[in-house]
DNA sequence: TTGTAAGCGTTATCAA
DNA sequence: TTGATAACGCTTACAA
């Protein structure tokens, strides 16, 4: 009775596997419980829950796993309890370093707080982002959405399997946390209208896009404010390549500044002005948003609205690490963007 | 009969959850069975591989899977496989965009297969990283590692558990996809002989870096060949802070042109040379490494030898799937580098 | 405080 | 070709 493997009338399914394991892989509870003399359930106690145990046997125990290297098996812990110790991100755009510093931030206190974290790049549509979250559901605890091309409705779909939290946008009964465009916002108005501008552009990113139409509404509010006048333009796509399309309705525009809806747009745009001879920021101001990594590269250095992504990829996995250990949560955190007053803008000179 | 749960004598673990599941979440191949008549082993198999059951009972198996909007469960299926579908990538350093063209180049190549891509940052020590290496093993089929600060031996042990690819490192006995400098060196310096540059420095990056060491012996043999003098200098880490910092040596180091081990190192070398006031390229020439996004932001935009670090990760990729799809595979991969000459190296005008 | 045993969803062995 | 069933490693309700 002592070892019950011997009298296994079956083959075990992997006995190549098992041969490993006996000769370096990873021990179970069972190994465990053997070598300290008590009952597998107990080792499940002691390693779990602390507390639950005589002091002597948790020592006892503990001792044993240490000898034995032993690891839980996630998927094994998995199976009766459904929980997996991970947190999955969708990212819209691989390419965008915007999404950088979210998985960075996502990806740091998820670690910290002993989760692993899942990456997957949505693509294409809003239904096929659809499709990655829904089966990624299938192996995390909970779901961060970055700027998802997705509807609302999907989204509360989404969070009514498991919990989600979304970035960059704002769903409502959906735990959201966004970049507050506001003050970012309107301290690069000010900034621009003291410095004589009066007539500036905002160059839109996609149409759907959710933070596209609230920087378009703060720059709306922030120039009325300041009594300058804003007008809108459209990019094909929020790339540098983008910007440098933009180029001429920007100068058919006539504008003496422009915000754009990323740096992307912004660094593309200066130097198709800039290739076409003009001066920046003499002739004309330009202000980008997001203060990406690179935005300070550029000659003259972006001036840029900072959105604290790193911060919205951190916020986000916190809150979402808190619903998952039982706390309830709704509504929308914000974070404060800034202005970030480099070269590319300033006081017109003709 | 016709519902089991009410004459249950035991209360299942997760009543709550069996509950929900009726509701909407996922159906099992119980579920299917039943709906299709079939037993449980049938539906697996069906499911699995194909071909291990009759066309007929295989469509009604998957219709009804359709129906119930079936999705296997990882985690069971994990156990008993041991197989996860799942691949982890370690990096270095996350603030460092070499590698988010790694980690895109995995992730798409990854999903293209069907796998799951989990990240981690390996953080300080070589030592911290090896032991994110192992537990990292325990979730995972297998490994890339990108850049690793462990040492050989340390690499071999985990590449004993289970299969291992090396990134931007050679390490006999591990399959590894390095860039061959070569190339992208040789034209570098060719290019800088050929505007009458003399005598080249190279900004080293951590002394502990591999890449570093091969990066310097390409420079130190294609000097040799052009006949320039070559001199190494050190850079106290491998940032645009770094490259600031280096920039005193440069100049008190008498040489026309420099080579730096990353384009990060460049950035803040230039910067801090036009911030003194010295003239790029007319004054000096510099070439970065790598190619990382934002390089060729700067003015003048940044002369580079490119390495595809987005082929590396998704050559490390395939290998690493291709090795659990059964293959044998040994040796190191090269992809090849090149010069991208941009504005910031040229002739020297003095 | 500890042991017993059922159950999580899947795969694989064996028998039919 | 299909069905029955043990096994994967762990958790937890219940009994002791």
Redesign the pocket.
């Known amino acids: 009775m002592s070892d019950a493997n011997t009298k296994?009338p079956?083959?075990?399914?992997n006995a190549a596997k098992?041969q490993v394991?006996d000769g370096k892989s990873s021990a179970?509870?069972?190994d465990i419980a053997k070598m300290a003399g008590?009952?597998?359930?107990?080792v499940?106690?002691a390693?779990?829950k602390p507390g639950?145990?005589?002091a002597?046997?948790q020592k006892l125990i503990e001792d044993a796993a240490a000898e034995l290297r032993y690891q839980?098996?996630p998927f094994?812990?998995a199976?009766?309890?459904g929980r997996t110790n991970t947190i999955g991100l969708i990212v819209a755009d691989f390419t965008n370093p915007t999404f950088f510093d979210i998985i960075r931030g996502a990806q740091t206190t998820g670690t910290l707080r002993d989760y692993t974290l899942v990456l997957a790049e949505s693509a294409e549509s809003g239904s096929t982002e659809l499709t990655a979250g829904h089966r990624m559901m299938a192996t995390v605890d909970g779901l961060i959405l970055a700027s998802p091309r997705m509807d609302d409705d999907d989204i509360r779909a989404l969070a009514a399997e498991k919990p989600v939290v979304v970035i960059n946008r704002e769903v409502t009964g959906v735990p959201c946390v966004i970049p507050d465009v506001h003050k970012g916002i309107s301290e690069a108005v000010r900034s621009l209208a003291a410095n004589g501008h009066k007539k500036i552009a905002y160059v839109g990113g996609p149409v759907q896009s959710w933070m596209s139409g609230r920087r378009w509404e703060g720059v709306q509010a922030a120039c009325e404010w300041s009594h300058v006048s804003a007008l809108r333009l459209e990019s094909a796509k929020p790339t540098v390549d983008g910007g440098r399309q933009v180029a001429r309705d920007v100068l058919a525009s006539g504008v003496t500044a422009v915000l754009t809806y990323n740096d992307l747009l912004a660094i593309g745009l200066m130097r198709e002005l800039q290739a076409g001879g003009m001066v920046v920021p003499d002739q004309i101001s330009i202000v980008g948003f997001d203060d990406i990594f690179g935005a300070d590269f550029t000659t003259p250095p972006l001036t840029t609205v900072r959105s604290p992504l790193g911060e919205c990829g951190s916020a986000a996995a916190t809150r979402l690490l808190d619903v998952l250990a039982g706390g309830e949560d709704e509504g929308t955190v914000r974070v404060e963007t800034e202005l970030v007053l480099r070269g590319s803008s300033g006081r017109l000179l003709s």
């Open positions: 296994d079956v083959v075990p399914i098992k394991r179970t509870i069972y008590v009952n597998p359930s107990t499940s106690r390693l779990s639950r145990v005589s002597k046997t839980v098996n094994a812990r199976l009766p309890t």
